[in-house]
């Protein structure tokens, strides 16, 4: 059953969401080279203690930390540690949730540690972070949930990789449904599957975190032992972006962004909806 949410509710989640902005927004302070996925994990610690929101990372499923972080290979679920220091060169994608009265955010980017990145790293991260706002603008009412999943395909398999070839466009994991808890139904595929048909009909209440996630090469994954790191079978690097999305009667609200997705969708010649807490 897909849970349908009350513009009350959508506000709360609203207020979820601008704290996983809150912790965006420190983290990309701190990833820089030299610092180790641990000192991100901290100062995403800090910025839910200010705001006196609650992990919903920490401890789910035996998670053991705040965010994740997934450097270069690493596609997503990489656990913060000490031991793993960023480089001047390397990719990450931070993952952060936050849960604000009983509703959650959850929100990803892909940060560019140092400088010096090969165009075919800084283009694969564009691509990604794009076709995400092609589905967020695909987030209309009366549309069905595969308009999404076409959307975010349809765009990634119209770009040129530098060098050539494909990109790999993950197949394990995916969006989902979010709101009281984190990970809901429906399931968010990021490809157009005929098995699992058109999904169901998008209506106001409807809420996505939607979250395409795409390499330099396969999109087959596999976890590590610590039975959380998930990584690309062929070691190709990999990017990850993801926003909170409600669906209101005026339209979609970008839960996770600063300005609730309004530059972003008016590119797309989309209008966001009016922000609750306005």
């Not at 996505?208 to 190709?236: H, K, N, Q, Y």
Request: hydrophobic share 40%; proline share 6%.
């Amino acid at each position: 059953m897909v849970q349908i949410k009350t513009p009350e509710q959508i506000a709360k989640m609203r207020e979820a969401g601008l704290v996983v902005a809150a912790i965006h927004a420190a983290t990309r302070e701190v990833a820089v080279p030299g610092a180790t996925t641990r000192d991100l994990d901290e100062a995403a610690r800090k910025v839910l203690a200010e705001h006196g929101a609650k992990s919903n990372f920490l401890g789910y499923g035996g998670f053991p930390a705040t965010i994740c972080t997934s450097v270069n290979e690493v596609v997503v679920h990489g656990i913060p540690s000490e031991d793993v220091v960023l480089k001047d060169g390397d990719i990450i994608s931070i993952d952060a949730g936050a849960i604000v009265d009983g509703w959650h955010g959850d929100a990803a980017y892909t940060a560019f540690v140092g400088s010096g990145h090969a165009p075919e790293l800084l283009e694969l991260s564009r691509v990604t972070e794009a076709s995400m706002w092609a589905g967020i603008a695909a987030m209309k009412n009366g549309n069905r949930l595969v308009d999404i999943s076409r959307a975010i395909e349809t765009y990634i398999r119209r770009q040129p990789r530098p060098g050539g070839g494909k990109y790999g466009i993950i197949e394990d994991y995916g969006g989902h449904g979010i709101g009281s808890e984190m990970h809901m139904d429906p399931h968010l595929l990021n490809y157009v599957s005929r098995k699992r048909g058109k999904g169901p009909k998008l209506v106001p209440g409807f809420c996505l975190a939607i979250e395409p996630m795409v390499s330099l090469g396969t999109p087959r994954t596999e976890v590590l032992e610590d039975d959380w790191t998930v990584i690309t079978t062929d070691g190709t690097w990999s990017s990850h972006w993801e926003h909170s999305v409600a669906l209101t009667e005026d339209g979609p609200l970008v839960l996770t962004a600063p300005d609730g997705g309004r530059a972003k969708l008016a590119e797309l010649g989309v209008t966001a909806a009016p922000d609750p807490l306005a």
